[in-house]
C-alpha cells in the first residue's frame, strides 16, 4: 500500500503565497507521475499540476505563471508553490501519485489540503 501525506494548506490573503507538499511512502516502486488536482466546493475536481518522470510538467492555463510543480525522488515527496493567490483558487487540493512494479501503473490520492484565498 501506498500512502500520501499532504501539507501546507491555509487561509492567505489574494496575492499572497502558499507552498504545498506531498510525500509518499510505503510499497514504492517507479514513480511515473506525480500531480496535483482540486476540487472548490459544488465543482467537480480538476487537474492543476503535473510533473511527469523525466522532468517535464504540465498545468491548467488557469494557474499558468502563478504555480510551479517541482518534485524531490530521493525524498518521494512533489510540491506545489503558489504565487500571486486569487480567491478562485480557493478549494482542496489533492495529491495524486501514479507508481507502480514495471509494467503496472496504479494511481493514488491523498486526503486534501483546504486552501482559501480570502481577505
Known amino acids: 500500500q501506498v500512502q500520501l501525506v499532504e501539507s501546507g494548506g491555509g487561509l492567505v490573503q489574494p496575492g499572497g503565497s502558499l507552498r504545498l507538499s506531498c510525500a509518499a511512502s510505503?510499497?514504492?516502486?517507479?514513480?511515473?507521475?506525480m500531480g496535483w488536482y482540486r476540487q472548490a466546493p459544488g465543482k467537480q475536481r480538476e487537474f492543476v499540476a503535473v510533473?511527469?518522470?523525466?522532468?517535464?510538467?504540465n498545468y491548467v492555463d488557469s494557474v499558468k505563471g502563478r504555480f510551479t510543480i517541482s518534485s524531490d525522488i530521493a525524498k518521494n515527496t512533489v510540491y506545489l508553490k503558489m504565487n500571486s493567490l486569487k480567491p478562485e483558487d480557493t478549494a482542496i487540493y489533492y495529491c495524486?501519485?501514479?507508481?507502480?512494479?514495471?509494467?503496472?501503473?496504479?494511481?493514488?490520492w491523498g486526503q486534501g489540503t483546504q486552501v482559501t484565498v480570502s481577505s
Open positions: 510505503g510499497n514504492i516502486f517507479t514513480i511515473y507521475a
Open positions: 510533473t511527469i518522470s523525466g522532468g517535464s510538467t
Open positions: 495524486n501519485v501514479l507508481q507502480g512494479p514495471s509494467g503496472i501503473a496504479e494511481q493514488y
